[in-house]
């Protein structure tokens, strides 16, 4: 079952923050965040296990509430390179055996 | 190092023909997996494999087959295309558990 996104699309200017969720109904083991920009493939941000770790990349970060089988990804001070598609990826066995991922968030980011 | 590589980029097929897509990873990565994009339903699995001689179905199995019968190479077939199946086709492969997904560049088909 697909992970749930939201919202759906942002539209920022430069320099503005965003909030990206991602939610399950199933327990989740890890959350994996990747960003596609068009016409291209997807490419890895990072990943989230369990135990709450909150990780970065540049300046994007993100948190993972296994409790609530969330996860959030956090934009700060936007740059115009952060336009794309973001897309969670859920792992519901221990072993992470495949990854099924949400929909999508079409971020926009204009200067 | 080449990463994955997908072939072909793109491709036109007929209703009813087959054909097989062709993944290959360098990485020796033991999960690889097939999703296909349709605008508006992000990413779904296809099929997935967890090494050589193991697969398994994914969300949207149907139509399409695949074998892994060596840990470079997860060819993914269609056995007798439809328009439904026109799309955009990733293959990616990972580390175990917590390891990044490398993608390829995907190919493009188009069932007429």
């Known amino acids: 079952q697909q992970p749930v996104q939201s919202p759906q699309a942002v539209i920022l200017r430069e320099g503005e923050d965003a909030v990206i969720n991602c939610s399950s109904s199933?327990?989740?083991?890890?959350v994996h965040w990747y960003r596609q920009k068009h016409g291209e493939a997807p490419v890895f941000l990072m990943i989230l296990l369990k135990g709450g770790e909150q990780m970065r990349h540049e300046k994007i970060s993100a948190s993972f509430n296994e409790k609530k089988q969330q996860s959030s990804l956090y934009l700060t001070a936007s740059q115009l390179s952060y336009s794309g598609t973001y897309f969670c990826?859920?792992?519901?066995?221990?072993?992470?055996?495949?990854?099924?991922f949400g929909k999508g968030t079409t971020l926009s980011v204009s200067s | 190092n080449a990463g994955v590589t997908q072939t072909p980029k793109f491709q036109v097929l007929k209703t009813g023909q087959s054909m097989t897509l062709q993944c290959a990873q360098d990485m020796n990565h033991e999960y690889m997996s097939w999703y296909r994009q349709d605008p508006g339903m992000g990413l779904r699995l296809i099929h997935y494999s967890v090494g050589a001689g193991i697969t398994d179905q994914g969300e949207v199995p149907n139509g399409y087959n695949v074998s892994r019968s060596t840990t470079e190479d997860f060819p993914l077939r269609l056995l007798s295309a439809a328009p439904s199946q026109t799309s955009v086709y990733f293959c990616?492969?990972?580390?175990?558990?917590?390891?990044?997904?490398?993608f390829g560049q995907g190919t493009r088909l188009t069932v007429v």
């Open positions: 199933k327990a989740l083991y890890s």
């Open positions: 990616a492969s990972r580390e175990y558990r917590s390891g990044e997904a490398f």
């Open positions: 990826g859920t792992a519901p066995n221990q072993a992470g055996t495949a990854l099924i």
